[in-house]
């Protein structure tokens, strides 16, 4: 006997019901593995269609040994998935049987839930070693039950809301496609999701792409079948390697949460946008906290988890391993990262949230003097200045997040100074939403962190960067002459400088 029974008094009562539970958890399971032979030997659809019926006959008309098929028809009537006669040995389906058990496409059919979950069993000991290891294990490794069941898990769902709630949920996405939209859908596996959308909206073209070579020889082959090769395209490539451009909307559907690097993979589906683009994010309903997920749900998503979707991202780069219950708040918190400004919830189901994610906006006016400064600062001060994280891209991306940040309290409109500019890297996406930007910088250097940006400001500013603001060059401490008369807000970016934060002239 262990340490814990030694030294704790067992409670009987609750040591029988927490094995009674379990023994239904086993029944359970025994359920599945037997509702999915019934399933790929057509025995319940056959029940379906011809009623109540013998085992000889059903065993005939199913072509399946009777035998087998007799203790196999008593296990399912033992757990409720079917109905006995014992007035004249027969069996059947109930209405609501069927649709779960033998109506596929329907939401409610259980069977591409059974098959994902036997593929599991299937290659059990890699699983167990992946448990113990730490390592990853790649999508490709699983069962082919696992990509197949997935795919007849998730399309009932999508066609059941895609079309009808979750696109006309995105503000002007049906309208758009409606006349003729460039639509990316990303870890589109089997292709469900991409050849339903087309289907619905054939003046626009979408592109689905999947690291699932095998995947997407299965959309390609089901995009054919349903009449729709002409408006698609199936392209073998993860997130961060898309090379299409101009995407009006990008879909992931229960995806985001599988990948290693999700903020980078965010990070380029935003620079794959047009300029007006939107993110559609589909992922696994969740709170924001373990204690708000325990419930089936919860059990079923966490479960999946920990033997597919978080193996899945640690074989990838970086690992981040989200996990299938993820939340809101943190699905939130990578999009920002990844530089989308406006996300919210624009929908939800009893399995999945939408989320809908927007960039930063172009600025109003004038777009060339942008384009040029960003040009000028990646050619010309990135490459001198390497290490500020790769040039404009880079460098403004970074800034856009702090960016975010300012302009989810502050309406993005009237003056603004960016004090302590340096390089720019808040002052491009500063001026991108909407700000009037100022920016200040000490000359001469009032420090030895500023020494160096200062100085290199002071000529390649001018020299190469033609910027949509004015610089104003003057010492950090007496910024408040720069103040317009009623700022809006001012900010000191990571400055040694006290930072101060002014609205309405009230100092926070």
């Keep these: 006997m262990d340490a814990l029974t030694k030294q704790t008094q067992i409670d009987e009562k609750q040591l029988n019901t927490f094995v009674d539970k379990v023994m239904e958890d086993i029944g359970g399971s025994f ?3 037997l509702s999915f032979m019934g399933d790929q030997t057509e025995v319940y659809r056959t029940l379906r269609d011809i009623g109540p019926c013998t085992t000889t006959e059903l065993a005939i008309l199913s072509k399946v040994d009777e035998r087998y098929l007799r203790e196999w028809l008593s296990a399912q009537a033992a757990a409720g998935y079917v109905v006995y006669h014992d007035q004249d040995d027969t069996f059947s389906l109930t209405p609501e049987q069927a649709i779960v058990l033998a109506q596929e496409g329907h939401p409610a059919c259980m069977q591409g839930l059974f098959q994902q979950l036997v593929s599991q069993f299937t290659t059990h000991d890699q699983a167990i ?16 039950c696992c990509f197949c069941g997935t795919d007849r898990f998730f399309r009932p769902g999508y066609e059941a809301n895609l079309v009808n709630a979750w696109l006309p949920a995105l503000d ?26 087309a289907h619905s909206f054939p003046r626009s073209i979408f592109y689905g792409y999947d690291f699932h070579e095998p995947s997407i020889k299965a959309a390609t082959s089901k995009a054919a079948d ?26 992931m559907f229960d995806a985001l949460h599988d990948m290693g690097d999700p903020v980078g993979a965010a990070q380029h589906l935003r620079e794959c946008l047009s300029p007006e683009g939107t993110l559609m994010l589909v992922e696994p309903l969740a709170g924001d906290t373990l204690t708000d997920n325990l419930h089936l749900l919860g059990q079923i998503f966490y479960s999946a988890s920990t033997v597919i979707c978080t193996p899945a991202s640690r074989a990838q780069e970086v690992g981040l391993a989200l996990g299938a219950q993820a939340g809101e708040r943190r699905l939130t918190e990578v999009l920002k990262q990844a530089g989308f400004t ?9 399995t999945n949230m939408l989320l809908e994610a927007r960039p930063l906006k172009t600025p109003p006016g004038d777009k060339s003097n942008l384009k040029s400064s960003t040009s000028r600062y990646d050619n010309h001060l990135g490459p001198i200045y390497a290490w500020i994280n790769g040039g404009a891209e880079a460098a403004t991306a970074s800034g856009a997040v702090e960016v975010a940040k300012i302009v989810e309290s502050f309406s993005p409109q009237g003056p603004g100074r960016d004090l ?12 991108c939403v909407g700000f009037a930007s100022w920016r200040l910088e000490p000359v001469p250097p009032t420090s030895t962190n500023s020494g160096l940006s200062g100085r290199v400001l002071l000529f390649f500013f001018f020299l190469f960067f033609s910027p949509p603001d004015r610089t104003v060059l003057g010492e950090l401490q007496s910024f408040q002459q720069y103040l317009p008369q009623s ?9 040694p400088s006290p930072t101060y934060r002014i609205t309405n002239q009230q100092h926070a």
């Design 420 to 431: 302590g500019a340096g390089f720019g890297c808040h002052a491009i996406p500063y001026w």
């Design 129 to 144: 070693n992946t448990f113990k290891s730490g390592a990853g294990r790649d999508w490709g490794e699983h069962h082919a």
């Design 172 to 197: 002007g996405i049906t309208d758009k496609l409606s006349k003729g939209a460039k639509v990316a859908d990303v870890g589109c596996g089997h292709g469900s999701s991409t050849v339903l959308m």
């Design 31 to 33: 359920a599945v593995l």
């Design 342 to 350: 406006h996300v919210r919830r624009a929908a939800e189901t009893d």
């Design 487 to 495: 700022p809006l807000l001012v900010i000191c970016w990571g400055t």
């Design 226 to 251: 349903n009449g729709v090769s002409s408006n698609t395209h199936f392209v073998t490539s993860s997130a961060k390697t898309i090379k299409e451009r101009d995407f009006d909307l990008i879909c």
